[in-house]
């Protein structure tokens, strides 16, 4: 076993699950477990490592060249997604994966007519889940990628390279992870989030998003004696969710293509509470999706005659694309990159978001490189450790490339 391999599988094996009902920062106090893990390891390389009060470690590594080049950054989050257990993650290698069924336990397989990915790792070395848990590739992968590239450089004395940043984020997968990012430490001209799938893909063009929390306000009449006056929280909730756009629902869209899905519906006869996420990669669509539900809400407390309905929309994130298309040289360098260790570059739209793109609105130019996991937040998440090794290289590239412009 490869020392990449043994980083990802230790580094999995740390519950480090976030909670988007927690208001702490970072939500859960068992991401920095593994943050101070990191520490220890950075430190024992002979780097200057640190986790801040909130959760965030950081190192830089100076530069050991005379030319004037561009400091850069590389940056992964150590939090895993709650759609799946979290905890007791049981790692699983298959050497030389060869096109076949993989059995994750006597209740679960991955075969490949239905998970269409497995034919695209072919003859690569995988880790898979025993499928009780998540396997956490999102994004101990990039973590593990990023730590071995620092050792990489601290082995390596005489590879040049300018001002390296490292850090590594909690709270990512509920949208908070470049909530309390420290600018005034982390000063490079640009970096890379390491938070994609196939290794090769550059992402750099992301949704618009933003949350919409609705309360509806029901009046509660016994239904023995409820006609004329009995108003339904739920059934507010009902109308409402039936007034917006039926083929923005998540489940007909694609690619560029937004939705508006609805998270989480709860209540009772007296008030309701619905949840949405809304998201488009256009921002003149993202707007009008927001209107829509403005509109709704005004229409059906029109139509009671009273606030019946209540709405909050937060934005979350904005695509990042409307800065970096002035900057395009970030991604001339990823690609570059990739081509150099053998890979075809490849673009594709984020159907969903990254620190990268908080970071990018906040200064910091960030787009996101594939690592080799799939599948994500479930179950059935694997790692191509293949791919994770060229991903490696693809990192080294970018410190190579940046000294030699």
């Known amino acids: 076993m490869n020392r990449l391999t043994e980083r990802f599988i230790r580094y999995v094996k740390i519950d480090t699950q976030s909670d988007p009902n927690s208001p702490t920062t970072p939500s859960t106090e068992k991401q920095k477990n593994l943050s101070r893990l990191l520490v220890d390891e950075l430190n024992a390389m002979g780097l200057n490592a640190f986790m801040d009060d909130l959760g965030y470690t950081y190192t830089k590594i100076p530069g050991n060249t005379n030319k004037q080049v561009k400091s850069i950054g590389f940056i992964a989050h150590v939090d895993t997604s709650f759609d799946a257990p979290g905890a007791n993650v049981n790692p699983r290698i298959i050497k030389n994966y060869q096109g076949d069924t993989i059995k994750l336990n006597d209740h679960l397989s991955m075969e490949p007519s239905t998970f269409n990915v497995l034919n695209r790792v072919i003859g690569e070395d995988l880790i898979?889940?025993?499928?009780?848990?998540?396997?956490?590739?999102?994004?101990?992968?990039?973590?593990?990628?990023?730590?071995?590239?620092?050792?990489?450089?601290?082995?390596?004395?005489?590879?040049?390279?300018?001002?390296?940043?490292?850090?590594?984020?909690?709270?990512?997968?509920?949208?908070?992870?470049?909530?309390?990012?420290?600018?005034?430490?982390?000063?490079?001209?640009?970096?890379?989030?390491?938070?994609?799938?196939?290794?090769g893909g550059i992402e750099y063009e992301n949704f618009n998003a933003a949350s919409a929390d609705l309360r509806f306000i029901g009046k509660s009449i016994h239904p023995g004696s409820a006609k004329g006056k009995l108003i339904n929280a739920l059934h507010l909730a009902f109308e409402f969710h039936q007034m917006l756009p039926v083929f923005l629902n998540p489940a007909y869209t694609e690619n560029y293509e937004g939705f508006n899905h609805l998270s989480n519906l709860k209540g009772a006869v007296e008030e309701a509470h619905m949840h949405y996420i809304i998201r488009n990669h256009d921002k003149t669509l993202f707007l009008k999706q927001k209107d829509d539900f403005v509109s709704i809400k005004n229409y059906m407390n029109a139509k009671y005659g009273y606030d019946a309905v209540e709405l909050t929309i937060t934005d979350s994130y904005f695509n990042m694309y409307d800065i970096l298309k002035d900057h395009m040289y970030v991604i001339d360098i990823a690609k570059e990159a990739i081509k150099n260790v053998g890979l075809v570059p490849n673009t594709e739209p984020i159907r969903g978001g990254t620190d990268g793109a908080r970071l990018t609105f906040d200064g910091l130019m960030c787009p996101n490189l594939g690592t080799g996991g799939y599948n994500f937040h479930g179950r059935f998440e694997f790692a191509s450790m293949t791919q994770a090794e060229k991903a490696l290289e693809v990192v080294k590239e970018i410190t190579k490339i940046v000294v030699n412009n």
């Open 128 to 199: 898979v889940t025993d499928g009780h848990t998540l396997l956490g590739a999102d994004d101990k992968l990039g973590v593990a990628i990023i730590m071995e590239f620092a050792n990489f450089i601290v082995e390596n004395p005489n590879y040049e390279h300018g001002d390296i940043y490292i850090c590594f984020t909690p709270d990512e997968e509920i949208g908070r992870g470049a909530d309390h990012f420290n600018h005034d430490f982390f000063k490079a001209d640009f970096a890379y989030t390491l938070d994609g799938s196939e290794v």
